[in-house]
């Protein structure tokens, strides 16, 4: 049973426009969330991330929130860029070690100039 | 080429044979990881190494081997490749432990015919 999902496998956003990407979780024990993006024929790269102490975490154009009632995370992309286009992995651990990491199975997201 | 880096790229092999992936960082990290990639399943961990000669299990260990003798390699071994391996291995590291300072390879995608 799949702990981390990210029920969209694909978006198509135009750029400028915000991309909205969401991601649940059923492991209320999770305390550190993370975005990682990841591009064709390479591996994934570190993006964003949040503890489960806050609800916000904001860096340039990319923002996670994370409602804990809910389970549930989101990543805002704004204003999306065609060089956003990428797969986006929700990943969940405990205390940020990287033994304990669970991930989504990825959203990807497409931009159109 | 200063990095992590993993070798071969592109695998194909067959079933019931044993097959190594290497992965070698420059970076001397403490910790490395091995990942499995799945459609549908994001990544899953395989196993992780602290230190050299350190190893542990992940989520996913069976039917793999994997040894640290040297801070810088972490070879994955599949002692007799079933179909079912057949996806993308992803090798990553770093210095704490941390998943917000993990670097990840650009993965080995294995097919076992």
């Known amino acids: 049973d799949q702990q981390v999902k990210q029920n969209s496998p694909s978006l198509s956003v135009q750029e400028g426009r915000i991309s909205i990407l969401n991601c649940d979780y059923t492991n209320s024990m999770f305390d550190y969330f993370l975005w990682y993006k990841k591009y064709p024929a390479e591996g994934p790269t570190f993006l964003i991330s949040?503890?489960?102490?806050?609800d916000k975490n904001e860096d340039g154009r990319f923002t996670v929130f994370l409602n804990k009632s809910a389970k549930h995370l989101s990543l805002h992309i704004v204003p999306s860029q065609p060089g956003d286009s990428a797969v986006y992995f929700c990943a969940a651990s405990f205390n940020n070690a990287g033994n304990m990491l669970t991930f989504g199975g990825g959203t990807r997201l497409m931009v159109k100039p | 080429d200063a990095g992590i880096t993993q070798s071969p790229r592109y695998k194909i092999t067959e079933t019931g044979r044993q097959v190594t992936l290497m992965c070698h960082q420059t970076?001397?990290?403490?910790?490395m990881f091995w990942y499995r990639q799945d459609l549908g399943h994001g990544l899953r961990l395989i196993y992780y190494?602290?230190?050299?000669?350190?190893?542990d299990k992940g989520e996913v260990p069976d039917g793999y081997v994997v040894s640290r003798s040297k801070t810088e390699n972490f070879p994955l071994t599949l002692e007799s490749a079933t179909r079912s391996q057949t996806s993308v291995y992803f090798c990553a590291s770093s210095p704490t432990g941390k998943n917000t300072e993990a670097f990840f390879g650009q993965g080995t995608r294995l097919t076992v015919v």
């Open positions: 970076w001397s990290h403490s910790y």
């Open positions: 190494s602290a230190a050299a000669d350190i190893t």
């Open positions: 949040i503890s489960s102490i806050k």
